[in-house]
C-alpha cells in the first residue's frame, strides 16, 4: 500500500541528497519518479533539486496554486512522486497529496524543514506532521555536537535575526542548524 511520507530536519541534514539517491533508485530499476520543488526557491535556480555535496538535477516546480490532484488526474502516475522543499506545500497541497497516495497507489516522499528560524511550523510542514503516514526524522549536528533540530537566520553580520517574514530564501549563509539549546540561549555550553 503506497503512503505519504515526511522526512523532516533542521538544514544541512541530506534532505534533498537523499531525495536525489530515492529517484535515482527508481529509475535505475526502470521505474519513474516525478521530482517536485518549490519555485520560490530559487538558490540554485528556480527548478532544480541540488545537494551541497554538488548533485543536481531537475524539477518541476510548485507554487501556492498548484493542484496535484488536477494535474494527476490527467496525466499518468509515476512510480512514485518526491517533493523537496515540502515546507512551502499548502495544506490543501498536503491533503491531494495524502488522497493521491491512497487512492492510486503511488508512494508520495516529502522532505522538508519542520519549523522556521522562530520555531513556528510552515503550513506544509504542520499538515504534513498531521497526515503523513510516515513521518522520519533526519539527523545533523549543531556546531556542539548536540543534535540539531531547530534553525536560526543569521544576518549578514552573522548575528542571528529573531523578526522578520517566516520565508526568506537564504542558504548557509543565512541560516544556521542549532540545538535546542543554542536556540533558546544562543549559547551551546
Do not use: W
Not at 499518468?76 to 487512492?103: G, N, W, Y
Amino acid at each position: 500500500m503506497a503512503k505519504l511520507y515526511f522526512r523532516f530536519a533542521a538544514m544541512n541534514a541530506g534532505k534533498s541528497t537523499s531525495l536525489l539517491q530515492v529517484a535515482h533508485n527508481y529509475e535505475e530499476r526502470g521505474q519513474s519518479a516525478d521530482l517536485y520543488t518549490a519555485q520560490v526557491d530559487d538558490r540554485y535556480g528556480v527548478g532544480n533539486v541540488t545537494s551541497r555535496l554538488g548533485v543536481t538535477r531537475d524539477a518541476a516546480t510548485f507554487t501556492d496554486s498548484t493542484d496535484f490532484a488536477a494535474l494527476y488526474a490527467t496525466k499518468p502516475k509515476p512510480s512514485c512522486i518526491l517533493i523537496d522543499e515540502a515546507q512551502f506545500l499548502t495544506e490543501a497541497q498536503v491533503t491531494q497529496l495524502h488522497r493521491l497516495a491512497h487512492t492510486s497507489s503511488t508512494p508520495v516522499i516529502c522532505y522538508g524543514l519542520r519549523s522556521d528560524f522562530q520555531g513556528q511550523p510552515f503550513p506544509g510542514s504542520k499538515s504534513l506532521l498531521t497526515l503523513a503516514d510516515d513521518l522520519e526524522e533526519m539527523k545533523t549536528i549543531c556546531r556542539c555536537g548536540r543534535k540539531a533540530t531547530m534553525n536560526v537566520r543569521l544576518d549578514a553580520n552573522g548575528e542571528r535575526v529573531t523578526e522578520g517574514a517566516q520565508v526568506e530564501i537564504g542558504g548557509n549563509a543565512r541560516y544556521e542548524a542549532v540545538c535546542a539549546r543554542r536556540f533558546y540561549t544562543e549559547s551551546c555550553t
